[in-house]
């Protein structure tokens, strides 16, 4: 269930972050879909950053919105993320896909704060993607 109140963690401007991501849906490109999503996330530097969904004509080529938003966040120098709001066309959080936990992971960690939309606002990524694959799982399984 959706909800408005975000009042579990003050310190993030949820309703900025929400702003962000309705004013990034209407820069989507979904015209197979016609499902336009827009992400827009606190980084750890003080800075937004945004993100929209970018279908393709060969539909597993899609670009999810938050792909986007991490294509911003290290051309903006590649701070972590702190907060991050999906939202679909209709203006309301939208859970993000299996792949894009992954690609938030590896840029905010279990502990990015996640505007889910599905009652517990906000939501922790550790949540979304519990015992995530990451980059130091690299260091200690690579071959001597
Ligand atoms: N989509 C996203 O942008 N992010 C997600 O986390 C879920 C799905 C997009 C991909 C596609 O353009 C549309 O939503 C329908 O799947």
Redesign the pocket.
């Known amino acids: 269930m959706y909800s408005e109140d975000v009042s579990s963690a003050p310190e993030i401007a949820w309703a900025d972050l929400r702003t962000l991501a309705r004013e990034a849906t209407k820069r989507s490109y979904?015209p197979y879909?016609n499902?336009t999503?827009g992400a827009g996330a606190l980084t750890s530097d003080g800075k937004t950053v945004v993100g929209s969904?970018v279908?393709n004509a060969s539909y597993g080529l899609?670009l999810?919105?938050?792909c986007s938003l991490v294509s911003d966040l290290i051309r903006e120098g590649g701070a972590r993320l702190v907060a991050v709001s999906?939202v679909a066309g209709d203006g309301k959080p939208?859970t993000?896909?299996g792949r894009?936990r992954q690609l938030l992971f590896e840029h905010g960690g279990a502990d990015l704060l996640v505007d889910a939309g599905d009652g517990a606002v906000p939501r922790r990524l550790g949540e979304l993607l519990p015992g995530a694959f990451g980059p130091e799982d690299l260091g200690i399984r690579r071959n001597p």
Do not use: D, H, R
């Open positions: 979904a879909s499902v999503v969904n279908e899609t999810c919105a938050e999906i939208i993000p896909c894009c």
